[in-house]
């Protein structure tokens, strides 16, 4: 008798999960329904490149001021005591200022414009450039004059787009004792452009055939 229960029990559970296996599998199979994609503003066109403005500041007139020592020298005629015509080579102190009317960058973005004038910034210069410039020597000693010196120089980037180190050269012309003159000169420079050297040579020029600056510049 309690064998039969047993198996009319097991029976009926046997049916009841039959029935629950054929109820689920006949229910629908239901898919998440897609999230719609999200929506973004357009973008603002209103906004426009515009090259950065450069004017005088009292930081730009005070770098102005600020002096490149230099010395110059070359062979100097001189006549003797005896009346002898004597030949010696003299070295001159001085100071070198310097003033950049013009610059033509062609390292600096394209975006913005690639002309500067008087106010010129060390990456425009460093980075790759052309300029017209003006330098003022005045020499103390046996010469104890002025010297301008318009001219032209190209700068070239070394190192870090010219940042860390540049070089250049250039020529420029001036007058000496009312006889029109031709120097070259080359330099190197470092520290985005504040420190470097200068080499200029007159060849025809005996009495200041060679010039070595210490450019400190950073406009």
């Known amino acids: 008798m309690r064998g039969r229960s047993l198996v009319l029990g097991l029976g009926a559970m046997l049916a009841f999960y039959m029935q629950a296996a054929r109820a689920q599998a006949e229910l629908p199979v239901l898919t998440p329904y897609p999230a719609p994609p999200p929506t973004m503003q357009p973008p603002d066109t209103s906004y426009t490149y515009a090259s950065q403005s450069y004017y005088p500041s009292l930081g ?19 006549t003797g005591p005896d009346g002898i015509p004597q030949d010696s080579t003299e070295l001159a102190f001085g100071l070198r200022w ?3 009317p013009l610059v033509y960058s062609w390292g600096t973005n394209r975006r913005i414009t690639r002309w500067r004038s008087f106010v010129i910034d060390p990456l425009a210069r460093n ?3 052309i300029e017209l410039n003006t330098s003022f020597d005045y020499f ?37 004792n009312g006889v029109p003159r031709i120097a070259y000169d080359a330099g190197l420079y470092t520290m985005f452009g504040l420190f470097g050297v200068q080499v200029t040579v007159a060849p025809a020029h005996g009495p200041l055939t060679f010039i070595g600056t210490f450019r400190i510049r950073y406009f």
Do not use: K, N
Request: proline letters at 6%.
């Open 60 to 78: 730009w007139i005070a770098t102005q001021l600020l002096p490149s020592p230099e010395v110059g020298g070359g062979r100097v005629h001189r």
């Open 98 to 100: 310097q003033l950049t």
């Open 127 to 129: 980075s790759g450039s």
């Open 140 to 176: 103390f000693g046996h010469l104890d004059r002025l010297i301008v010196r318009p001219g032209v120089r190209a700068t070239f980037p070394l190192v870090q787009r010219g940042e860390y180190l540049s070089t250049s050269i250039g020529t420029s012309t001036y007058a000496f």
